[in-house]
């Protein structure tokens, strides 16, 4: 038995179990990523940071990148892992593929070892609560393993601390576990988590568990270490240039068919969040400056929505991208929205239901003649 210290875990979208697998070609537009994407939002720099503690990162163009050890559950197994920054919304843990010459995929993530497989690799199957997840113990050792339909619990205690984790509305997160309460038996690949006796965890709610907001003065920190520079604005020409320059696909005067061509799968634009972004100058193109507050340095606070979403073949277009505030992002993920048709946009509008009501999307005049 082993003490926990943290949990990083990801639930595997239907996108994520397809392109872990698929062979080259069966999909038009390459092999597909050999990664396994973690959300920002989910699972921040200032917690990747906490959870690997005492391992140098290297600095690389797109981020962080970390190489460790890593063990697997239930098998007396272990391999280097690379986890890093892909882009500025994800981190990713490296060589998933199973096809890749560079494969790497985790032993106990193995199909050899029991995890789940397509019967077709070639096509989509969808795929229910898979999780795989990442653990550091107190000696800290680095342990890999995954569940689906059996909760890896052996006891009810066991099964409150990992509530979040348990919780399939739940994509990813970090967990930190108070020490003396949670253990893991290194053995046993079905229910390897259980409560260290005498912990008094009957009393223990979810959220000690649970990763806490990082204070101001840390996501400072963090962002400094990071080196994120504030520029000064650009010019829009500029901007443009930057933008659509990049997109291989665009075409001028062609904006409907450059629209319905975002829901193929294509190289991701690693830059067109931030710089799209910039683009609209942090308004929305629903609700304009409606809900919106500055930030420290002045600018307005936005957030960018993939109308097709990265987990159903989208791609960081700047066709398929759109500028949003907060509200209008989580309406937009967890309101009832009607289907996003967009071959119907006229005049650079599209007019959706969000709960039944009408909102426009406004694009930006450029190519929309």
Same mark, same amino acid.
């Given at each position: 038995?082993?003490?926990?210290?943290?949990?990083?875990?990801?639930?595997?979208?239907?996108?994520?179990?397809?392109?872990?697998?698929?062979?080259?070609?069966?999909?038009?537009?390459?092999?597909?990523?050999?990664?396994?994407?973690?959300?920002?939002?989910? *699972?921040?720099?200032?917690?990747?940071?906490?959870?690997? =503690?005492?391992?140098?990162?290297?600095?690389?163009?797109?981020? +962080?990148?970390? %190489?460790? =050890?890593?063990?697997?559950?239930? @098998?007396?197994?272990?391999?280097?892992?690379?986890?890093?920054?892909?882009?500025?919304?994800?981190? #990713?843990?490296?060589?998933?593929?199973?096809?890749?010459?560079?494969?790497? %995929?985790?032993?106990?993530?193995?199909?050899?070892?029991?995890?789940?497989?397509?019967?077709?690799?070639? =096509?989509?199957?969808?795929?229910? #609560?898979?999780?795989?997840?990442?653990?550091?113990?107190?000696?800290?050792?680095?342990?890999?393993?995954?569940?689906?339909?059996?909760?890896?619990?052996?006891?009810?205690?066991?099964? #409150?601390?990992?509530?979040?984790?348990?919780?399939?509305?739940?994509?990813?997160?970090?967990?930190?576990?108070?020490?003396?309460?949670?253990?893991?038996?290194?053995?046993?690949?079905?229910?390897?988590?259980?409560?260290?006796?005498?912990?008094?965890?009957?009393?223990?709610?979810? &959220?000690?568990?649970?990763?806490?907001?990082?204070?101001?003065?840390?996501?400072?920190?963090?962002?400094?270490?990071?080196?994120?520079?504030? /520029?000064?604005? /650009?010019?829009?020409?500029?901007?443009? =240039?930057?933008?659509? &320059?990049?997109?291989?696909?665009?075409?001028?005067?062609?904006?409907?068919? %450059?629209?319905?061509?975002?829901?193929?799968? %294509?190289?991701?634009?690693?830059?067109?969040?931030?710089?799209?972004?910039?683009?609209?100058?942090?308004?929305?193109?629903?609700?304009?400056?409606? @809900?919106?507050?500055?930030?420290?340095?002045?600018?307005?606070?936005?957030?960018?929505?993939?109308?097709?979403?990265?987990?159903?073949?989208?791609? &960081?277009?700047?066709?398929?991208?759109?500028? *949003? #505030? +907060?509200?209008?992002?989580?309406?937009?993920?967890?309101?009832?929205?009607? &289907?996003?048709?967009?071959?119907?946009?006229?005049?650079?509008?599209?007019?959706?239901?969000?709960?039944?009501?009408?909102?426009?999307?406004?694009?930006?005049?450029?190519?929309?003649?």
């Amino acid at each position: 038995m082993r003490e926990v210290k943290y949990i990083i875990y990801r639930r595997l979208t239907t996108t994520d179990f397809f392109n872990m697998y698929k062979p080259k070609g069966s999909e038009k537009g390459g092999g597909g990523q050999s990664y396994i994407d973690i959300p920002y939002s989910a *699972v921040p720099f200032e917690a990747w940071e906490k959870f690997f =503690k005492g391992i140098k990162y290297e600095k690389t163009k797109s981020g +962080p990148l970390w %190489r460790f =050890k890593i063990n697997s559950i239930g @098998f007396s197994i272990s391999q280097e892992l690379e986890i890093g920054q892909r882009r500025a919304q994800t981190f #990713n843990i490296r060589g998933q593929k199973i096809t890749s010459r560079e494969a790497n %995929r985790v032993k106990a993530w193995h199909p050899d070892n029991g995890f789940p497989q397509p019967i077709d690799p070639s =096509k989509r199957q969808h795929i229910d #609560n898979l999780v795989i997840y990442i653990l550091r113990t107190m000696d800290d050792e680095y342990w890999a393993g995954w569940f689906q339909d059996i909760i890896p619990c052996k006891t009810e205690a066991c099964e #409150n601390i990992l509530a979040s984790m348990l919780d399939k509305g739940n994509g990813a997160g970090f967990l930190e576990i108070p020490e003396g309460i949670l253990q893991v038996d290194v053995k046993d690949k079905i229910t390897p988590f259980s409560t260290i006796s005498g912990s008094g965890t009957s009393i223990i709610s979810e &959220d000690r568990a649970v990763f806490k907001p990082i204070s101001s003065k840390k996501k400072q920190k963090a962002l400094e270490r990071q080196k994120k520079i504030i /520029r000064q604005p /650009r010019p829009e020409e500029e901007v443009l =240039k930057v933008l659509f &320059d990049e997109d291989e696909n665009y075409k001028p005067g062609y904006v409907k068919e %450059r629209l319905v061509m975002a829901k193929k799968i %294509r190289a991701r634009n690693q830059r067109a969040s931030n710089v799209i972004k910039e683009l609209y100058k942090g308004k929305c193109q629903i609700s304009g400056e409606e @809900f919106a507050f500055k930030k420290k340095d002045g600018t307005l606070y936005a957030e960018v929505h993939h109308l097709v979403l990265l987990g159903e073949g989208g791609a &960081d277009s700047p066709f398929n991208l759109i500028v *949003v #505030n +907060p509200l209008i992002h989580r309406m937009l993920h967890y309101a009832d929205v009607n &289907d996003i048709d967009l071959s119907k946009i006229e005049h650079n509008k599209l007019t959706i239901k969000i709960n039944g009501q009408n909102y426009t999307i406004t694009w930006h005049e450029v190519g929309c003649q």
